[in-house]
């Protein structure tokens, strides 16, 4: 079946330092794919999404490409901040329906 | 806010009860899909309504039941409650339920089952 790999967390990092999220999928067909966030006590918020291959998601200075020959859609930013401290999850739905596939998430803290 | 209301926000109850989650969806949304997010299991799909009629089914208990009444509001019934059951449900609407369309997730139900 479907299945979204994470890499193993928490991972800490300094103010303004250069974040990369691993995330690989197995599916079949054509997934799209999608990187959430959740903020302590909140819901899961949408951060960026690609829904076909090469596509590039960004938003709040995140971004993320949808690389089907190695299955992948990491997450990176180029500078984080300490409002950046969240739980990532990446998530794909297959082609045929849009029920959402969850890796396991990461804890991101940024310390000042 | 993402707009998709859930009640309550917290529940507490003992082991072999029934209780009932509400979902609220985004106006303008006909889709709504219920999550359940626990420490060991993660973050599962258990199922997905669109415009009232059933649309995909994950990993839902028996036990567990849902619907989508006429004015697109959701419930999620769970029942015979054990202490396994203790999970963080979420609810999330979308436009259209299609596969790349974004889901809208609430801020959930913490469920402590005693």
């Known amino acids: 079946g479907d299945s979204v790999t994470q890499m193993e967390g928490p991972v800490t990092l300094s103010e303004e330092a250069f974040l990369t999220i691993n995330c690989t999928y197995t599916a079949t067909g054509y997934p799209s794919l999608f990187w959430y966030v959740q903020y302590p006590g909140e819901g899961l918020q949408l951060l960026l999404k690609?829904?076909?291959?090469?596509d590039k998601g960004s938003n709040k200075g995140f971004e993320a490409t949808y690389r089907k020959e190695t299955t992948s859609f990491h997450l990176e930013k180029g500078s984080v901040q300490v409002s950046d401290s969240a739980v990532y999850f990446c998530a794909l739905s297959p082609g045929a329906n849009s029920k959402l596939t969850f890796g396991k998430g990461i804890t991101l803290s940024v310390r000042p | 806010d993402s707009g998709v209301t859930q009640t309550p926000k917290h529940l507490i109850t003992a082991t072999g009860q029934r209780v009932t989650l509400r979902c609220s969806p985004r106006?303008?949304?006909?889709?709504v899909y219920w999550y359940q997010q626990s420490l060991d299991q993660g973050l599962q799909f258990l199922i997905q309504y669109y415009n009232g009629e059933e649309r995909a089914k994950g990993n839902i208990l028996e036990r567990f039941s849902a619907q989508q009444f006429p004015d697109l509001h959701s419930e999620l019934n769970l029942s015979s409650l054990e202490l396994g059951d203790s999970a963080l449900y979420f609810c999330?609407?979308?436009?259209?339920?299609?596969?790349?369309?974004?889901?809208?997730f609430g801020p959930g139900t913490r469920l402590t089952v005693l």
């Open positions: 690609a829904t076909k291959a090469d």
């Open positions: 999330a609407s979308s436009v259209g339920g299609g596969p790349t369309d974004t889901q809208y």
């Open positions: 106006s303008g949304d006909l889709s």
